[in-house]
């Protein structure tokens, strides 16, 4: 079965701090995909980045990283140098194939809260 | 570019009453899905439709869930009757292909509150 774990249901840091939302994956495909989406208030889920699963080069955009290990089936998010805006629900998610269809599956959230 | 719409927004209703909802997706885009998002979770696929043939709805709760997408555009999801346990945000997405490689584009999703 498909199945994505991020054990933090919510973290709170000062603005400026670093931070890392955790991502753990199951699946019995050799090709997948991973992804992370942002929801913010006002409730569309926003695309951040996708990786598949023969590319494990890191990945940076701006303040944002992500560090994929097949070793671990982690794919984990950094923000560095935290701000407001950032607070939002970060959902990271898994598309392989289930039963004959690419089912997108999706972890439970990460709500991060940046304080001024 | 114009995103995926949803209407309405919100939405609640009591128990045993039916409630439709309606998606446009981005244009050009052959994939649409629903997905349910319960409150403190991540969201479910209910149904994913290529054009207008639906690939896949074994999540569907097919008993008080439908959905259409007749002209392969615009899609409506109903709900009849509804229950207690259907609360929760439904989204729509759009994609340009089925294949997983191609990210979903979100809309603003309807809050259905069953009372």
């Known amino acids: 079965a498909q199945k994505v774990t991020q054990a933090q249901t919510e973290i709170s840091v000062v603005e400026k701090e670093d931070v890392t939302l955790d991502c753990v994956y199951e699946t019995r495909d050799t090709t997948y995909y991973l992804f992370w989406y942002k929801q913010p208030p006002s409730g569309e889920l926003v695309f951040l980045i996708r990786r598949n699963s023969f590319d494990e080069q890191n990945e940076i955009s701006g303040r944002y990283s992500w560090n994929f290990q097949k070793s671990t089936s982690s794919f984990n998010f950094t923000i560095t140098a935290s701000q407001v805006v950032d607070s939002a629900v970060y959902f990271c998610a898994l598309r392989g194939i289930i039963q004959g269809a690419q089912k997108l599956v999706f972890g439970q959230g990460t709500r991060l809260t940046i304080n001024p | 570019e114009a995103g995926v719409a949803q209407s309405p927004r919100y939405k609640i209703i009591e128990k045993r009453q039916s409630v439709a909802f309606w998606c446009n997706p981005i244009s050009g885009h052959a994939t649409l899905y629903w997905y349910q998002q319960i409150l403190g979770q991540g969201p479910k696929l209910l149904i994913q439709?290529?054009?207008?043939?639906?690939?896949?709805d074994s999540q569907l709760p097919k008993d008080r869930f439908s959905a259409e997408r007749l002209k392969g555009v615009d899609s409506t999801l109903k709900i009849q009757p509804a229950k207690l346990e259907d609360s929760a945000v439904y989204l729509c997405?759009?994609?340009?292909?089925?294949?997983?490689?191609?990210?979903?584009?979100f809309g603003p999703g309807t809050r259905l509150t069953v009372t």
């Open positions: 439709f290529q054009n207008n043939g639906v690939v896949d």
């Open positions: 997405a759009s994609s340009i292909a089925p294949h997983s490689y191609y990210e979903q584009y």
